[in-house]
T-cell receptor
């Protein structure tokens, strides 16, 4: 049962344009969402997160949007840079104090110079 | 601040053999996690430690997998005997305290079972 889904295995975007990565979840008990970025041969690194009480969180070029009614979140990267090429994982957690993360399958983002 | 250390980085074994992975979390981090990431999938939590106690091992295949964190610092994950489907990257992560959202991951150990 895949509770967190990233339906696009890969995405290619021109440098300087906007990258939009999508994530859907099925478990309404999830209340905290995170995006991790992973380069080859490295572990995932935390990128940005959002609590279910918000619908948007911004950090520099990265913005995460949450639509609770649709059980959907998205990560926007503007402008996209070659160093953004990586695999992006969406993750979700049920409640504070229970840190168990459920990860999606990842989206490989390629930024084309 | 040094990151999460894992060794070995790569391991190739034959099925039915045993293998062990080691993880040293970031200094001062009380909570330690082991994840299994099969190719094409996201990481899946195997076990979570708080200091030297197990918080969650509900997804650990206990018939063949074991893990310990005896002194509440570094940890070992063992597979005995290994199966072909155990081929994956094994990731270790840590957080300073329970309830902290950001997990810091090590580089992982890539296991291939032949």
């Amino acid at each position: 049962d895949q509770q967190v889904k990233q339906n696009s295995p890969s995405l290619s975007v021109q440098e300087g344009r906007i990258s939009i990565l999508n994530c859907d979840y099925t478990n309404s008990m999830f209340d905290y969402f995170l995006w991790y970025k992973k380069y080859p041969a490295e572990g995932p690194t935390f990128l940005i997160s959002i609590s279910s009480i918000k619908d948007k969180n911004e950090d520099g070029r990265f913005t995460v949007f949450l639509n609770k009614s649709a059980k959907h979140l998205s990560l926007h990267i503007v402008p996209s840079q070659p160093g953004d090429s990586a695999v992006y994982f969406c993750a979700a957690r049920k409640d504070f104090g229970n840190e168990k993360l459920t990860f999606g399958t990842g989206t490989r983002l390629t930024i084309i110079p | 601040e040094a990151g999460v250390a894992q060794s070995p980085r790569y391991k190739i074994i034959e099925k039915r053999q045993s293998v062990a992975f080691w993880c040293n979390p970031i200094s001062g981090h009380a909570t330690l996690y082991w994840y299994q990431q099969i190719l094409g999938q996201g990481p899946k939590l195997l076990i979570q430690f708080q200091n030297n106690g197990v918080v969650d091992d509900s997804q650990l295949p206990k018939d063949r997998f074991s893990a310990e964190r005896l002194k509440g610092v570094d940890s070992t994950l063992k597979i005995q005997p290994a199966k072909l489907e155990d081929s994956a990257v094994y990731l270790c992560a840590s957080t300073r305290r329970q309830g902290q959202e950001t997990q810091y991951f090590g580089p992982g150990t890539r296991l291939l079972v032949l």
